[in-house]
Every structure is written in structure tokens, then in C-alpha cells.
């Protein structure tokens, strides 16, 4: 329950209302020495307050505001999402690729042979592009041979053995020499039997793949101050030391400030988010017969002969280039990518055979490929992402919310004229039968007005003082 403090007290003679008219309106001080109270006066000199009752005293009490607790639900962590990654799924099946390749085998209407000595390729030379110049490095990914190429790197006609580094740097120009066609390839043909040697062949196993990593949320944590109380006035008690003071115990009004609590909270600097990793292909070598020469004829190259012009052209527009030495320029930063052209070099044997002197007449006969079948590797599914969602997480904060604003008003109390010895004998009898012990002094001492407190207390009534309310509820009157 509310405390209740009496401010000022006064006993009214008639039951007249204000008196609007002005004329025998005066300002005069109240019993609270520092505050100034409107009030009518009476041709006799006395006062009335509004709807008072003859015979009455009055007290001015003021009636504190009345606040309650409540619970409010506040965001804690705000949803976000998490992403996931299911794997790529392969399975193992059998491909059929040519053993020996479709040939024609001529039959010859007999000739005349001579025996000779050749040189003959067993197994072509050729070049590949791998990440190093050492025997086991990877072959390289299409997309760094594409990177490479796209940032000038002429792969074809790079000699073996050379090296390039791929390089950051700003877009440039540079002057540059290309060849061009000076005179064009042309070829000759010369008759002989088929040659079938023993060669190699690098068959796919596993495709290139994508891998995706999942690059998990940040979050910071920020703090919010939350208003929990508001500010408000509040009459204070005081008492009067000065020889002129009407009364002792004086009210002032004070500000208390509102109160606030601060609270933490999680929020989302950079959600979740993936970056795709390019896993290279895998092949295998097989041993395979290859057909080295056509039965009927043999076509000879002629290469075609370049010349080399100067020509000045953009070397990147991009921000990525290649460049044959490891040392890096200003403005340029080396990366984790490189690319070698490995020269594997091809397999001879001398060899005697026979070669036609004169000529005969033949026929053509076709002789199918065979084949063998090797297990290979093969995706299923490739790699894909799920996205799981959080929900936000709440936690809750108390706070005083404002239920009744604070009162002023007049309220009936016991005169002092009318606080006798009997009068108070018997509040003081009322309130021990109503279980408040209190003995019967006929004075209105502390342990009356302790008593009298409690009692309002639990009977819901205003705390303040002997009001008439309490001395009917008491059944005194």
C-alpha cells in the first residue's frame, strides 16, 4: 500500500462551495510553511474547501504514485542461417576404349624387296604442361592452362622446359613479337605397308570437380541501455527548525532521476557464405597398340615457315599475369600457381626390313579395331550446399512501468477538538479487539499511531493519520 503524509489540515463551518465571485478571495499560508494554498474566506473569518462538511476537519495528503513490474522480451541473437555441404557422390564403372585401331592390310601381287636399316619411333616424342619440372608433378588444370592463355602465354609454341609463374600485378602494355605465316604447311605422300606399334594413352579416371567450402558467420556483440523505471517527483518528509514554523513536519518535492540497465546482444557482422575449390582430373596411362603409318601411303609434313613481327598489345586487363622468372617486379606479387612444359622424349629402335625395289599390285583389306574395357570413375552428384536456419534467441528484462500518477486531495481526519480521552480510549480499544494491541492510554501516543498504520495497512485503507475512515471502519462511530 501507498504511505500517505498529511501536507496541511483545516475544519470547515458550512457546507457552501467556492466562492467564484473573487472579492473575498486571499492568498494565506497553509501548515506546510512552504506552500501557498488557495482558499475562500468567510465574512466571519473563516475558510471553506470544496464539498466539505460542517463540523469536519480536513486533511491535505498526497497519495504517491503506484508503479508494478513487468517482463518485456528482447531480441538476444537475431536469426541467421548456417550453410552446409553435402559431398559429391561418384561411382566406378567399365569404359571400352580401342586396343588396336581399324587398319587395311594390302595384299600384294608379288615384287622385288631390298633389305635396309631405318630408324623407327617407337613411341612419339610429345610435350605436356604440368605444376613443376619434376617427374611426379601434376599435370595442370585446364583453368590455370586458360588463365595462362588468356594473360598471353602462347602454350603451343613455348619450348619444353620452360616455366611460368602467374603474377598479380595492374593492367600494362608491353611491345611483344609474334610469328606469323610466312609460307604454309604443305605435305608429300609415300606408299608402304602398316606399321602397328606398341604406344601409350592417358584415359580420364576421375573428372575435374568443384569442392565447396563453407566459410562460417562472424558476429560482434553491441550493448543497448533500456529504460526500466521512468524519472519522477516524489514528496519528501522533512522537519521545521525555525521559531515561526505553524507546524514541525514539512513535505518537499524532489526529483528522482530514471533508471536504466544495460543489455548485450549478439548481431551478424557477415553472414555465412561458401567459396568453390577446383579439384583437377585424374587420368591414367594404358598401354594401347597404335597404328604408325598407313598402309597405302605415308604423309609427310612440311611445317610452314614463320616470320616474327613487333607489335605492342595489352599483356592483362585483369589482375593476374604470367611471367618465366620467379623474381618479382614493382607492382607485382607472385602467386601459389605455376606451369611447366615438360618435354618426354620419344622411344626409337633401328630396325632391318625390306623395301620394294619394284612395285607390285595390290588389293586392300580392312581389318577391324579391337577393344579392352578399364574401370574409370564417374560422378554421380557433384558437391551441393544446404542452408540450415537459426532462429533468433530472446531473453527477458524487468522494468517499472507507471500504474497511477501521484494525488493531492482532502480527506476527512479526527479534530483536534474532538480527540478527547474518551474518544481515543476507545480507537485504542477497537484496534486491540481487532488484533492490534494497543494500550488504553487516552492519548494519541507512538504506539496508537503504529498501531493505527498497521491496521490501514491491512484493511486496504489511506495511510494518514486518524482519518474518519479509519475510525468507521473501526466501528467507533
Known amino acids: 500500500l501507498s504511505v500517505i503524509t498529511i501536507l496541511t489540515t483545516g475544519c470547515s463551518q458550512t457546507t457552501k462551495g467556492l466562492d467564484t465571485n473573487g472579492d473575498n478571495k486571499v492568498k494565506t499560508k497553509s501548515m506546510d510553511n512552504n506552500t501557498i494554498s488557495q482558499k475562500t474566506m468567510n465574512s466571519d473569518g473563516s475558510f471553506i474547501l470544496p464539498n466539505a462538511k460542517a463540523g469536519v476537519c480536513y486533511g491535505k495528503v498526497i497519495i504517491p504514485e503506484k508503479y508494478k513490474i513487468v517482463t518485456e522480451k528482447i531480441l538476444s541473437t537475431p536469426k541467421s542461417e548456417q550453410i552446409s555441404v553435402i559431398p559429391a557422390e561418384y561411382k566406378t564403372g567399365i569404359e571400352k576404349v580401342v586396343d588396336i585401331p581399324a587398319t587395311t592390310k594390302i595384299i600384294t601381287i608379288p615384287a622385288t624387296y631390298k633389305t635396309v636399316n631405318k630408324t623407327v619411333t617407337v613411341s612419339p616424342a610429345y610435350t605436356e604442361w604440368r605444376t613443376g619440372l619434376e617427374p611426379d608433378a601434376r599435370v595442370a588444370s585446364s583453368a590455370l592452362l586458360d588463365s595462362a592463355k588468356r594473360h598471353g602465354i602462347d602454350l603451343d609454341k613455348t619450348p619444353a622446359g620452360s616455366c611460368y ?237 507507471l500504474v497511477s500518477p501521484q494525488q493531492v486531495k482532502w480527506m476527512p481526519v479526527l479534530c483536534k477538538s474532538s480527540m478527547t480521552i474518551d474518544t481515543i480510549s476507545k480507537i485504542q480499544q477497537a484496534l486491540t479487539n481487532a488484533g492490534f494491541e494497543t494500550p488504553v492510554t487516552g492519548t494519541l501516543d507512538s504506539a496508537t499511531k503504529k498501531s493505527v498504520k498497521e491496521y490501514q495497512a491491512k484493511k486496504g485503507l489511506t495511510i494518514s493519520g486518524l482519518t474518519i475512515e479509519t475510525i468507521k471502519s473501526l466501528g467507533v462511530f
Open 165 to 401: 609463374y602467374e603474377f598479380y600485378m595492374a593492367p600494362q602494355y608491353k611491345s611483344t613479337t609474334e610469328k606469323v605465316l610466312d609460307t604454309a604447311a604443305s605435305s608429300k605422300i609415300i606408299a608402304q605397308p602398316p606399321v602397328i606399334t606398341m604406344g601409350t594413352k592417358k584415359v580420364l579416371i576421375t573428372p575435374a570437380t568443384t569442392k565447396i567450402v563453407t566459410i562460417p558467420a562472424t558476429y560482434k556483440t553491441v550493448t543497448e541501455k533500456i529504460k526500466v523505471a521512468p524519472a519522477k517527483k516524489v514528496w519528501k518528509e522533512t522537519k521545521c527548525h525555525d521559531k515561526d514554523c505553524s507546524v514541525e513536519d514539512m513535505m518537499c518535492l524532489v526529483d528522482v532521476p530514471a533508471q536504466y540497465k544495460t543489455v548485450t546482444k549478439q548481431v551478424v557482422v557477415k553472414p555465412a557464405t561458401t567459396k568453390t575449390v577446383t579439384i583437377p582430373a585424374v587420368y591414367k596411362t594404358v598401354k594401347v597398340n597404335k597404328l604408325a603409318s598407313e598402309a597405302k601411303t605415308k604423309t609427310i609434313n612440311i611445317p610452314a615457315t614463320y616470320k616474327t613481327i613487333t607489335k605492342t598489345q595489352k599483356v592483362s586487363d585483369a589482375k593476374y599475369t604470367w611471367s618465366n622468372s620467379l623474381a618479382e617486379k614493382p607492382g607485382m606479387t607472385r602467386t601459389n600457381s605455376v606451369i611447366c612444359k615438360v618435354s618426354v622424349p620419344a622411344v626409337v629402335k633401328n630396325i632391318t626390313k625390306q623395301i620394294v625395289a619394284n612395285p607390285s599390285k595390290t588389293k586392300t583389306v580392312t581389318i577391324p579395331a579391337t577393344y579392352k574395357t578399364i574401370k574409370v570413375t564417374k560422378i554421380v552428384h557433384p558437391e551441393k550446399t544446404k542452408k540450415i536456419v537459426i532462429p533468433a534467441t530472446y531473453k527477458n528484462i524487468t522494468k517499472k512501468v
